[in-house]
């Protein structure tokens, strides 16, 4: 009870603007008990933010299949985890994206579950090379989309269906995946620069 409340107030209002005392409210009890259970805010935000999931099943899932529609079936599978069984995109995950600007576990977290859940057990498979950079790359489009859809709720892609939102998308993750990205790592332009070290220190 305690952590769903917690799980609901930090995926309302972020890290910064939950309080430990509107969580003790939710839950029904008192906000010293919270405290001495969990140590401060912190620890509670830390703990409410167990994800589930099992990155070899997601793996399972995307990886077999047509080589050439696995950026479908990505973008799919990250809308289903992240829309969660009610639809609403709330929960554990929400909470952290509200909450990286503000506290560095949260952007760490997040970067762990974007980097175990989704696209380290993808790409080790599928990826024909380049996996750190290609994953790097998926990665931009997957943590914009997020916050593109549920933070911002920018329309029409917040409300766009799943299948509208795959299809918009996987050419670019098919390209980052599997495709050309380039001589330097990128994709011939400055993001593909930025991946790849400076020319003085490539021999280090």
Do not use: C
Request: no cysteine.
């Amino acid at each position: 009870m305690l952590l769903d409340a917690a799980r609901s107030e930090f995926a309302e209002r972020g890290f910064e603007g939950a309080t430990v005392r509107r969580i003790a409210e939710r839950a029904g009890v008192d906000a010293a008990m919270v405290n001495h259970w969990f140590g401060g805010k912190e620890s509670l935000f830390t703990a409410s933010l167990d994800i589930p999931l099992d990155p070899a099943m997601i793996r399972d899932e995307v990886v077999p299949g047509d080589p050439g529609q696995l950026g479908h079936r990505i973008v799919h599978r990250f809308l289903t985890i992240w829309d969660g069984a009610d639809g609403t995109g709330a929960g554990p995950l929400l909470a952290l994206l509200r909450s990286v600007t503000a506290h560095p576990a949260a952007a760490r977290m997040l970067r762990e579950f974007v980097t175990r859940a989704i696209i380290g057990p993808v790409v080790s498979r599928a990826a024909p090379d380049r996996h750190a950079e290609r994953g790097s790359l998926v990665a931009s489009q997957l943590v914009g989309l997020a916050m593109v859809r549920y933070v911002v709720r920018l329309e029409p892609l917040a409300s766009a269906s799943h299948d509208e939102v795959a299809t918009a998308l996987a050419p670019t993750l098919q390209r980052y995946l599997t495709g050309d990205i380039g001589p330097d790592g990128g994709s011939g332009d400055a993001t593909g620069a930025a991946l790849s070290p400076p020319a003085d220190d490539a021999g280090r």
